[in-house]
């Protein structure tokens, strides 16, 4: 089975600051993704990054990066120099690819983050 | 950008009604989803669908739902008797194939709300 765990419900931070959200998962596949989405308050899921579990190096979308930890389990987010339009729930995923018909993504709980002016 | 689009934004029904959600799926994808989002709590995988079959299905995904691509560009979720526990927002996905590394798109979603 599949777990993602985000301990941090809600976060904020000022404007142009640097922010960490938070995610560790678990699972028993050999191989896997991961995923932060982003929920403005329009409740749309927007793709913010992704990182396939065989691949050592961060992935990284501009501001977006992500500090990627195997062995720990820890899939952390950074939001660089943040905007107030980064304002949104997050919600960290994992969706395994060893099997067919393992398609389905398992979501965390959410970080709702707050970016002040 | 490409969309994935789903009619209506906000769906009314009785306890007890049938209830259709419809979404239109990026034209040259092939997997499609169905995921729940009950207010408050995380997102929750409900279905995924494939060459006109369910592929994996939850254990949400009782006797009550069901899903079908009835026309080759509609995918619908339908609740044959709806319940207060299903009030949710509803959220189609897609994506062209399922290459593990192949983008999942959402649409907006509908809210649906059971009275």
């Known amino acids: 089975a599949q777990t993602v765990t985000q301990s941090q419900p809600e976060m904020s931070v000022q404007e142009a600051e640097t922010v960490t959200l938070s995610c560790t998962y678990d699972?028993?596949?050999?191989?896997?993704?991961l995923f932060w989405y982003k929920q403005p308050p329009s409740r749309q899921m927007i793709l913010v990054i992704r990182?396939?579990?065989?691949?050592?190096q961060n992935a990284t979308e501009n501001r977006f990066s992500v500090n990627f930890q195997k062995a720990a389990k820890s899939f952390s987010l950074k939001i660089s120099d943040s905007q107030l339009g980064d304002t949104a729930m997050y919600f960290c995923?994992?969706?395994?690819?060893?099997?067919?018909?393992?398609?389905?993504?398992?979501f965390g709980t959410g970080t709702r983050l707050t970016i002040i002016p | 950008e490409p969309e994935v689009t789903q009619t209506p934004s906000h769906q009314v029904t009785q306890m007890g009604q049938e209830v259709i959600l419809r979404c239109v799926p990026i034209?040259?994808?092939?997997?499609f989803y169905w995921y729940r989002q009950i207010l408050g709590q995380k997102v929750e995988f409900l279905v995924s669908?494939?060459?006109?079959?369910?592929?994996?299905k939850s254990e949400i995904f009782d006797d009550q739902f069901s899903v079908e691509r009835p026309d080759g560009s509609n995918f619908t979720l339908k609740i044959r008797s709806t319940k207060l526990e299903d009030s949710a927002m509803y959220f189609c996905?897609?994506?062209?194939?399922?290459?593990?590394?192949?983008?999942?798109?959402f649409g907006s979603g509908t809210q649906l709300s059971v009275l």
């Open positions: 990182q396939e579990a065989y691949k050592q």
């Open positions: 699972t028993s596949e050999s191989n896997y993704y």
């Open positions: 995923a994992q969706r395994g690819v060893s099997n067919f018909g393992n398609e389905k993504l398992t």
């Open positions: 034209s040259n994808h092939l997997y």
């Open positions: 996905a897609s994506r062209i194939d399922r290459a593990p590394n192949e983008k999942l798109f």
């Open positions: 669908f494939y060459n006109n079959e369910i592929s994996e």
